[in-house]
């Protein structure tokens, strides 16, 4: 069974966005990038929701050609469109970059995807279709890059649970600039 994980930049107080759906907040280091552009690497298939694919399809996909674009972002840019994807929206769309669209039930659809062979999912942000998948009890692992910022409101990177969830702690590391990296995985 395929391993789903869920991992978003996140502030101190636990928003994924602030108000407006803005992500200035967030404190990129050269080390950190190179984590992010790692996990895309590893990554046997990601899920998006249809907000965060339309942020990440906006720039990705021609990033690398931008002037003063780092070999990093080149890197990234590059990983991200060869990357297998799929876009959960209730409207079909046409999409590319190695993508496809899922307009049927989120759950059934994870659940068919982590019994099929291949690489780990993830959930690479879009804490809308986390919570799904969070409620459902699908997510196996969930990692928390967070920074040292209180935005006050936006968007959280958990729901509301009907139940707990028990986590073990299994890596923690520090990036420049004091933002920390937590991952825990579903105790079961």
């Given at each position: 069974?395929?391993?789903?994980?869920?991992?978003?930049?996140?502030?101190?107080?636990?928003?994924?966005?602030?108000?407006?759906?803005?992500?200035?907040?967030?404190?990129?280091?050269?080390?950190?990038?190179?984590?992010?552009?790692?996990?895309?690497?590893?990554?046997?298939?990601?899920?998006?929701?249809?907000?965060?694919?339309?942020?990440m399809s906006s720039h990705w996909p021609t990033a690398d050609q931008q002037p003063g674009v780092t070999p990093a972002q080149v890197e990234f840019a590059r990983r991200w469109r060869d990357?297998?994807?799929?876009?959960?929206?209730?409207?079909?769309?046409?999409?590319?970059?190695?993508?496809?669209?899922?307009?049927?039930?989120?759950?059934?659809e994870i659940t068919r995807l982590k019994a099929e062979d291949g690489g780990p999912l993830d959930i690479g942000g879009g804490p809308?279709?986390?919570?799904?998948a969070m409620r459902a009890g699908l997510i196996d692992e969930y990692a928390i890059v967070t920074h040292p910022v209180l935005v006050g409101a936006g968007r959280p990177f958990f729901t509301a649970l009907e139940h707990w969830v028990s986590l073990d702690l299994v890596e923690r590391r520090e990036f420049p600039g004091g933002v920390v990296l937590t991952r825990y995985e579903t105790r079961r």
């Open positions: 069974m395929r391993k789903l994980t869920y991992g978003m930049n996140v502030s101190l107080d636990g928003y994924v966005a602030a108000a407006d759906d803005d992500l200035g907040w967030s404190r990129p280091s050269d080390e950190w990038f190179q984590w992010w552009s790692d996990r895309v690497a590893a990554t046997g298939l990601a899920l998006y929701g249809r907000r965060l694919w339309e942020t990357m297998p994807k799929v876009v959960f929206s209730s409207t079909p769309r046409p999409v590319g970059w190695n993508a496809r669209v899922v307009t049927g039930d989120v759950v059934d809308t279709l986390a919570a799904t």
